[in-house]
């Protein structure tokens, strides 16, 4: 079945997205990267997508910068700032333009970057829409009064976030897991640290200072238009823009060296929950060990995995179940993520799980079904290339690791030569019983 599956995909591949297989790279559109004297990297990629244009503002800046102890959330905080307006082009007059280019427009906060973008029709719109973006990251305004009525907003979606039992249990994880690293907290951060921003205008001020500033943003473009006269419009928005020249350094996680737990008592009936992290490596193209990991994934915990079909399918143990190996520019977590159909068998999940990962450091997988998930992963990115917007978000969460667009053909390259006996070695490497945290939850009982 899975064989069968490979040769469709394979077709697939070689009849709807030829331009794809015309070159090994798996991300094949050309790009030109550019560099401001004030350190703003622009990324262009000019497209035959007939009319749209997707512009994306990626500032590295996320729940990784927040380092100093109670300042957590200021990431997320300018999120909300960002689209208040400026003196220059107040919130109603930003949101009439976007609103007659029929453009959609949002941002969302990470980790490690917050990113704020627009796609609309039209290349004549695209200098008024550079101006208008500079405009805000140049002259972004907000006064103490402002602070604290967006800090009533956040505590409240802080509320509303938490009220999901998965997120608390996901909170609790880091929490737990992390001792130094600014990981340790959530984007939202801390609920101590939100209370608190509306006396911390001065500090907010400092986290501008160095985090939206040139040389820290990445401005990438794809679609209808011209380059050239693109950085054109770029220079002439942004040059005036000064850089911040501040270097972030995060606090480094020291080894864990005995195994953690922690446990959430949740207030009402829920499923029970479990969650079981390891510290792995941060995201690199050049090392094997993360895209190793990403393809353990994939063939140990995908559906068609025999720990999932035991555990979902056969014996009904669990609702869900599945692996979170997610790419972040420093060290982050392995986890291994299960909601559980009856308390009593929460134990009975953590073992097998933790039985399994003792199978894989004896057993590889095989080179067959390896090589099937190798073709899924390829074709599964390359799907997600298929309009103008598509290409630009995905290649956002990317260039955010290493600045460089290449990096997505550096890590499919990688893909490409991981074996089944790398895999075993991450896991032999990674996936030790000091190195883990586990965190539950369970709901309904009755003091």
Not at 438 to 445: A, C, M, Q
Request: proline fraction near 4%; hydrophobic fraction near 35%.
């Amino acid at each position: 079945m899975i064989k069968s599956i490979s040769v469709v995909l394979s077709l697939f591949l070689l009849f709807l997205i030829p331009s794809m297989l015309q070159s090994s790279d798996i991300f094949p559109y050309k790009y030109k990267v550019e560099q401001l004297e004030n350190g703003l990297k622009v990324i262009s990629i000019p497209l035959d997508n007939p009319n749209i244009i997707s512009h994306y503002v990626i500032v590295r800046s996320g729940s990784r910068n927040e380092i100093e102890p109670g300042k957590s959330g200021f990431a997320h905080f300018f999120e909300h700032m960002m689209f208040k307006g400026t003196k220059n082009f107040p919130r109603e007059v930003y949101d009439d333009f976007l609103t007659h280019l029929g453009a959609g427009t949002n941002g969302y906060t990470t980790d490690d970057y917050t990113c704020y973008f627009a796609v609309f029709a039209g290349r004549e719109n695209l200098e008024e829409v550079i101006k208008m973006e500079a405009d805000r990251f140049i002259n972004l305004y907000y006064d103490e009064e402002m602070i604290k009525t967006e800090a009533s907003v956040i505590e409240g979606e802080y509320y509303a976030s938490v009220s999901s039992p998965s997120r608390r249990l996901f909170e609790l994880l880091r929490d737990t897991a992390f001792e130094k690293h600014s990981y340790k907290h959530t984007t939202l951060g801390y609920l101590r640290d939100i209370l608190d921003m509306p006396n911390q205008f001065e500090y907010s001020q400092l986290y501008k200072k160095r985090f939206y500033a040139p040389d820290n943003v990445i401005l990438l473009v794809a679609g209808d238009y011209d380059h050239d006269q693109l950085m054109e419009y770029v220079r002439k928005y942004y040059s005036g823009w000064e850089k911040s020249n501040y270097t972030l350094v995060t606090p480094e996680e020291p080894p864990q060296t005995k195994a953690k737990r922690a446990h959430y008592d949740w207030p009402t009936k829920t499923l029970p929950r479990l969650v079981i992290g390891f510290h792995g490596p941060a995201y690199s193209d050049e090392n094997i060990y993360k895209a190793a990991l990403d393809l353990l994934a994939e063939t140990a915990f995908s559906r068609s995995a025999p720990l999932y079909q035991k555990l979902v399918i056969e014996e009904q143990k669990c609702l869900s179940l599945y692996a979170s190996f997610a790419d972040r520019r420093d060290p982050y977590l392995l986890t291994f993520n299960a909601i559980v159909k009856n308390e009593k068998d929460l134990s009975y999940v953590e073992n097998e799980i933790f039985k399994e990962l003792e199978r894989l450091k004896k057993e590889p997988v095989s080179d067959e079904f390896l090589a099937d998930v190798k073709s899924n992963l390829k074709y599964s990115f390359a799907n997600a290339l298929g309009t103008t917007d598509g290409i630009a978000s995905s290649l956002a969460y990317y260039i955010n690791l290493t600045t460089d667009p290449g990096t997505i053909n550096k890590l499919f390259s990688l893909f490409e030569q991981v074996t089944p006996k790398d895999i075993q070695e991450m896991t032999k490497k990674y996936f030790i019983k000091t190195n883990s945290t586990v965190v539950t939850l369970t709901g309904g009982k009755t003091k």
